[in-house]
């Protein structure tokens, strides 16, 4: 067995093996993957396969005889380990795994096929039956636990009582008393409302969250466009606990798999860049000036190769003066990562900056400062699109073609899109509030609680002064000034 290990050059690539979590791959003399395995330790795993000279099991005898070459993936934590060993798994459906090419180890959330479905953990599919299955997961524990924190945004019934006009109609469970139920067994739940609340949730497991969001926030401005701020409030909150949801919940979620182009992408970015795992989440950062007075700072995140806008974050820049780009990056990803730390929330895989050596030694000095040291990070310059990283001699050019290219060519340019998208709103803000100091009893804080409550002056023109006047601090004189000051009908006693 030694001497094998030495001809075939597998010794020295077992002992460069990292002491980390991962995922290894063992493939036969015609270069197939013939198991894929997950371990803690991917070094101290590999080892064990060859410490031992014979070994009880024929099928695990067969499997080291047929080792001829191996291949790893990093991964930060165990769990994530799991998560790309399964992928692995299902792509290359290798001859000695035998547990997991149809993912029975784990459960599944099935959306049963009713005029009101319930939620149903199972282990098994059952084809043909009309449900909707998402998953697999990675923990059947943390999945319950997690439909627990769903079931307080997005309740439905779990009991199989069917809808209304059954021998329960008139008396609702003590599930709908509290809150935890729409009460479809007693006829109270509205069929469409229920089937868009079971669309939420099914967006919410499926890793979606950026879509969910966007539907909730859609009704979120048309319930303040009808004045129905408690709704609202409701909803704001909602997406608010969405996300920290998502955050404590992002390596438990074993969600659709990733289309094979994203995949690849993420691989290579992980081997061309010498990552000590995959990067499931990138953090963009990039910096936008407006007509050279005020800096804001933007962070993009894209999880699975896919951006997430629920999680974007705009800075305004405090402490530098006039346009120092250097400074600017060094001030975002100190006031960024300082608010994670506190917070105990996700941390990327991989930051991206835009810009050269500058931006990338200012971010890697503020994120010193502060800690951190094992996140890498990495400047994309524009044009010659050339990869800057700490202590390199010279830049790494990827091929123009790449996959790996191409992804972080993307979260570049959504960071460049969404720091000139800050810059404008800001502008058109700052508009705004001037616009509404000029009315007599409007300072700058009142006109910025004005424009955050109804959000546009343009919407104030056509609001009554008593809506107006419901702000704190408004009184119906000053509502009445504001009114006509932006062009709105004209009272006669608006100055009275």
């Excluded at 405090?318 to 105990?344: P, Q």
Aim: glycine share 8%.
């Amino acid at each position: 067995m030694g001497e094998r290990l030495k001809d075939s050059g597998l010794e020295s690539k077992i002992a460069s093996l990292p002491l980390r979590p991962g995922v290894y791959l063992f493939q036969d003399d015609e270069g197939s993957v013939i198991y894929v395995g997950k371990a803690k330790s991917l070094r101290k795993r590999v080892q064990s396969y060859f410490r031992h000279g014979d070994f009880a099991s024929p099928r695990l005898r067969k499997l080291v005889r047929s080792i001829r070459d191996l291949s790893f993936i990093r991964t930060e934590t165990e769990a994530e380990a799991l998560i790309t060993e399964a992928r692995l798994i299902k792509q290359y459906q290798p001859f000695f795994n035998i547990d997991l090419k149809m993912g029975e180890r784990y459960p599944y959330v099935k959306i049963t096929r009713e005029p009101f479905p319930r939620i149903v953990i199972t282990r098994h599919r059952e084809e043909g039956d009309g449900s909707d299955y998402i998953g697999p997961f990675v923990s059947a524990g943390e999945l319950r636990h997690m439909l627990r924190l769903v079931e307080r945004f997005f309740p439905l019934r779990v009991c199989s009582a069917g809808s209304g006009g059954g021998p329960w109609a008139n008396r609702p469970c003590v599930r709908y008393e509290l809150g935890r139920c729409p009460g479809p067994c007693a006829g109270l739940a509205d069929p469409s409302e229920y089937r868009e609340r079971v669309a939420d949730i099914a967006l919410l497991l499926r890793g979606r969250s950026a879509d969910l969001v966007g539907r909730l926030r859609q009704r979120m401005d048309k319930a303040s466009s009808s004045m129905d701020f408690e709704t609202a409030a409701r909803i704001r909150d909602t997406i608010r606990a969405l996300w920290k949801l998502s955050r404590k919940h992002v390596s438990m979620v074993f969600s659709e798999p990733l289309d094979s182009g994203t995949w690849k992408s993420l691989v290579q970015i992980q081997d061309l860049l010498s990552l000590p795992a995959i990067p499931w989440r990138i953090e963009g950062f990039d910096v936008s000036h407006f007509s050279g007075g005020e800096t804001y700072g933007v962070c993009v995140v894209f999880e699975q190769g896919m951006p997430n806008p629920s999680l974007y974050r705009r800075y305004r820049i405090r402490s530098v003066e006039g346009i120092d780009d250097f400074r600017a990056m060094g001030e975002i990803l100190g006031r960024r990562y300082t608010r994670l730390l506190k917070e105990s929330g996700a941390l990327p895989q991989l930051i991206l900056v835009d810009g050269g050596l500058g931006q990338l030694n200012f971010a890697v000095e503020a994120l010193n400062t502060i800690g951190i040291s094992d996140i890498p990070v990495v400047a994309i310059a524009k044009r010659e699109e050339l990869l800057f990283t700490p202590g390199a001699k010279r830049p790494v050019r990827l091929p123009w073609d790449s996959g790996a290219l191409m992804l972080l060519r993307r979260v570049r340019d959504e960071s460049h899109r969404f720091a000139i998208a800050a810059n404008r709103k800001a502008g058109r803000k700052r508009m705004s509030v001037s616009a509404l100091e000029e009315v007599p009893g409007v300072g700058k804080i009142l006109a910025s609680r004005l424009l955050s409550r109804f959000g546009s002056v343009a919407r104030m023109s056509s609001l009554t002064p008593e809506e107006i006047a419901s702000v704190k601090g408004v009184s119906i004189k000053t509502a009445r000034r504001i009114i006509v000051h932006l062009g709105g009908p004209e009272e006669e006693d608006a100055d009275k």
